[in-house]
């Protein structure tokens, strides 16, 4: 099982909610991502698990919140968010951290902030 | 000077010919280097991976890795309208964090 699933597929939240998005890999993979991807922009690092702690903050804002509640999966928490937050939200997971191990991506979470 | 570079293209290649695509990075510790491909509002999915200077063939795809003039490049023979996508060059830094180039679109033409 090489795969990724994220859910939900599409998401859209007005700027006073509160949502989660959740990612799940079943490949015994120890390093887990989140990415934030724009329209016609590469993927930009959000936060990054090793594991199942964090090890890489990339200076989100506090209105995004990740969570690893074991070693298969990967939430991030969103309150308060900002229409310039909509974009496609991609996990990744991979064997490890270290330097050789390729990333593996779920399908993504569209989100619309409105 | 951005850490990774890619020509954004598009590039408009016939098919049946060879897409050439290049990217080059900033970080001298990068010792992994991956190629995802990116279909339009689909995620990146790996097609390539190359550790060592040289060449890696698989399949239709070489990648061919050069440290000393931080260059590394992609190449597909005969290719096919099914290619047409987003490639995205992702050097692992020294920081083992991957930073994707801006990719470059292919467009195959029939």
């Known amino acids: 099982d090489t795969e990724v699933t994220q859910t939900p597929k599409h998401l859209v939240m007005g700027m006073t909610n509160k949502k989660s998005l959740k990612c799940e890999q079943h490949?015994?993979?120890?390093?887990m991502y989140w990415y934030k991807q724009k329209a016609k922009k590469p993927p930009e690092l959000m936060f990054v698990?090793?594991?199942?702690?964090?090890?890489i903050n990339e200076s989100v804002p506090s209105r995004f919140s990740p969570e690893c509640p074991n070693s298969s999966l990967l939430n991030l928490h969103l309150h308060a968010l900002q229409p310039e937050d909509s974009a496609l939200y991609l996990c990744?997971?991979?064997?490890?951290?270290?330097?050789?191990?390729?990333?593996?991506f779920g399908p993504g979470t569209r989100l619309t902030v409105t | 000077q951005k850490e990774v570079e890619q020509n954004s293209g598009p590039l408009s290649v016939p098919e049946g010919a060879i897409a050439s695509l290049n990217c080059t990075y900033s970080?001298?510790?990068?010792?992994?280097f991956f190629w995802y491909r990116q279909y339009s509002g689909k995620s990146p999915e790996l097609i390539m991976f190359?550790?060592?200077?040289g060449d890696k063939e698989d399949g239709r795809f070489t990648a061919q890795l050069n440290k000393a003039s931080q260059y590394v490049s992609l190449l597909i023979r005969d290719s096919q309208p099914s290619d047409s996508a987003t490639y995205l060059c992702?050097?692992?830094?020294?920081?083992?964090?991957?930073?994707f180039g801006t990719g470059t679109r292919l467009t195959i033409i029939p």
């Open positions: 990744a997971s991979s064997p490890s951290l270290a330097q050789g191990y390729e990333q593996y």
């Open positions: 490949m015994g993979h120890r390093a």
């Open positions: 698990y090793s594991y199942e702690k964090l090890s």
């Open positions: 970080d001298r510790g990068s010792q992994s």
């Open positions: 190359i550790y060592s200077n």
């Open positions: 992702a050097p692992v830094g020294g920081n083992e964090k991957l930073t």
